[in-house]
């Protein structure tokens, strides 16, 4: 009987150790900042919206076409677009995140420049890509 009451004892204390360090466990900055802009992307991008309406990919169309976003609207989309929008947010958090490294730069003036000019070029990109979709979707007919 001994035995087993020494077995609990080390064993809660084994626990005790555990939840410990559980506590003082932190996460890194980085992966906590890619968690926060992942799920950013997702929400912004419509992935709300593509889990609960199970939108169709792509729509065929007269003279062999294929339609992968949804015109006249801004109410419906395919999925296609969504993860194209999903892709031009990521390319844009980039531009911004790299914007950001640059500041660290402040020695090196040529480094801090390409990461710079890199992030202009990214936030550039994105903001078109997004306006390009969006000039399609209400293009008259």
């Given at each position: 009987m001994?035995?087993?009451?020494?077995a609990f004892?080390?064993?809660?204390h084994?626990?005790r150790?555990?939840?410990?360090?559980?506590?003082?466990?932190?996460?890194?900055?980085t992966?906590?900042?890619?968690i926060?802009?992942?799920?950013?992307?997702?929400?912004?991008g419509?992935g709300v919206?593509?889990?609960?309406?199970?939108?169709?990919?792509?729509?065929?169309?007269?003279?062999?076409?294929?339609?992968?976003?949804?015109p006249?609207?801004?109410?419906?989309q395919f999925?296609?677009?969504s993860v194209?929008a999903?892709?031009l947010?990521?390319?844009?958090?980039?531009?911004?995140?790299l914007?950001y490294?640059?500041?660290?730069?402040?020695?090196k003036p040529?480094q801090?420049?390409?990461?710079?000019?890199?992030a202009?070029?990214l936030?550039?990109?994105?903001?078109?890509g997004?306006?390009?979709m969006?000039?399609?979707?209400?293009a008259?007919r």
């Amino acid at each position: 009987m001994p035995k087993l009451g020494r077995a609990f004892s080390s064993f809660s204390h084994h626990l005790r150790k555990v939840f410990k360090r559980m506590r003082t466990l932190k996460a890194p900055k980085t992966l906590v900042s890619a968690i926060v802009i992942s799920i950013a992307v997702f929400l912004f991008g419509g992935g709300v919206y593509d889990i609960l309406e199970k939108p169709v990919s792509l729509i065929p169309v007269e003279q062999q076409r294929i339609i992968f976003y949804h015109p006249y609207s801004v109410f419906e989309q395919f999925l296609v677009e969504s993860v194209i929008a999903m892709g031009l947010y990521l390319i844009g958090a980039a531009g911004l995140v790299l914007a950001y490294k640059s500041t660290k730069y402040s020695r090196k003036p040529r480094q801090a420049f390409i990461l710079l000019a890199t992030a202009i070029l990214l936030l550039v990109v994105s903001y078109l890509g997004c306006s390009w979709m969006i000039n399609l979707r209400m293009a008259r007919r």
